[in-house]
């Protein structure tokens, strides 16, 4: 039986990881469960799963969580040090890491370090500290295994295969909510509209960078790292019909592809058996109903975060850690409607020019650039994006 530990536990990720492990009592064991501040969630995930600890992100929450758990027999941590805390604990044999955005890097770093095997649904740690993370694996002898679906889809159609016959490696994106819509209307687009993804059920942040073609750049910088391809090699296709989940293309021509229907409880159980295969009972493909597949080269003039994505890849160093931060910055004044939907890639783009590339050999540079690239960004912000 694998013992897990699942780090983002009341997110998107998280919910559909529990439903998964329901459904597999006798392969998978919740060992803990961290969270945000949802706390009635967690609590009864905490009754549903009986983990041997819990950890909720606000020091002021811990004394709610242990009264309305205080019939059961579970340790409760807080913080960020209760998330590490959680990540290294000896009783875990795999950490499913489904934290949103830069925040999952400590505890996944942690993990790595106490040779836990990850299931990453956390692209950050990759974009932030691709370079560290990997080494650190390889050091632990532990292995990363691919969440989000792209990914996922990628290492199935390497496998069996040298990567010396990779010509490169294909990423589809669905192209999200605004992909054809009217340049002249982007300008009036708000979070209701970019939240109505039209495939995928995801978390507000990565709604939004599927919206802006974030969540595609940062998925490229990622798979750089998790299958050791140069940039050069990685190319984006728009796949609005999201069947097609990535695909690898090899020197001889041929073409290899991952096919399903858009439910991320599949790349999940993917992770958390691999490299066996379970029958959950998930939906079927049925390529007659779906009658047409449609591929398109992304706009990168329209959607220009496709293409900071790469141009920080190309730089290296700190720069990869000041497009995310800058994104998240952006994102989250979105969603709270401090600027407009276009203002995403305005502020991404002015916070790169402002930031000097410096060599990265521990977390601490990445966190020094990334505090840096928040600082920048919200000060923009707060000055109406003047330079």
């Known amino acids: 039986m694998k013992r897990i530990v699942l780090l983002g536990s009341t997110g998107s990720i998280g919910v559909n990881t529990l439903d998964v492990v329901s459904r597999f009592p006798e392969k998978f064991r919740v060992v803990g469960l961290t969270a945000g501040e949802n706390i009635e969630l967690l609590e009864k995930q905490i009754r549903r799963f009986r983990p ?10 811990v004394e709610r969580l242990k009264q309305r758990c205080r019939d059961i027999d579970v340790e409760i941590y807080a ?6 805390k959680a990540a290294a604990d000896d009783d875990a044999d795999m950490v ?17 370090r106490a040779g836990k095997d990850i299931a990453l649904a956390n692209k950050e740690t990759m974009v932030m500290a691709g370079e560290i993370v990997t080494k650190e694996a390889e050091k632990k002898g532990i292995k990363i ?18 990567r010396d016959g990779v010509k490169r490696l294909i990423l589809t994106a669905s192209g999200g909510p605004f992909y054809d819509m009217p340049a002249s209307k982007s300008r009036w687009i708000k979070p209701r509209d970019a939240l109505r993804h039209p495939n995928w059920k995801m978390g ?8 802006t073609l974030m969540n595609k750049g940062l998925e490229v910088i990622e798979a750089r790292w998790l299958f ?4 050069e090699k990685i190319d984006v296709l728009i796949h609005p019909e999201s069947i097609v989940h990535s ?3 090899y020197i001889d021509g041929s073409v290899i592809a991952q096919l399903g229907v858009p439910d991320m409880r599949i790349p999940i159980a993917y992770a958390l058996s691999y490299p066996e295969r379970l029958n959950g009972g998930f939906p079927s493909l049925d390529l007659a109903k779906v009658g047409s597949l449609t591929f398109k080269k992304p706009d990168t003039k329209r959607f220009p975060c496709l293409s900071y994505a790469y141009e920080a890849l190309r730089i290296g160093g700190t720069m990869p850690a000041v497009l995310n931060a800058a994104n998240e910055v952006a994102a989250r004044a979105f969603l709270r409607e401090e600027i407009g939907f276009l203002d995403i890639p305005k502020v991404i783009k002015m916070v790169m020019k402002g930031h000097t590339r410096q060599d990265i050999t521990t977390i601490e540079d990445v966190l020094l650039a990334d505090r840096w690239a928040r600082g920048h960004a919200e000060n923009l912000i707060k000055r109406g994006l003047k330079r």
């Open 204 to 211: 507000r942040k990565i709604t939004i960078d599927s919206a």
């Open 228 to 231: 050791d391809m140069p940039a």
């Open 96 to 112: 499913v890491s489904a934290i949103v955005g830069a925040a999952g890097l400590i505890p996944t770093v942690a993990a790595i």
């Open 79 to 84: 913080g960020v040090e209760g998330m590490i």
């Open 145 to 162: 295994l691919p969440v989000d679906s792209e990914h996922s889809a990628i290492l199935q159609s390497l496998a069996g295969y040298k």
């Open 247 to 249: 695909m690898v293309e």
């Open 52 to 61: 041997k600890f819990a950890s909720i992100l606000r020091e002021e929450h």
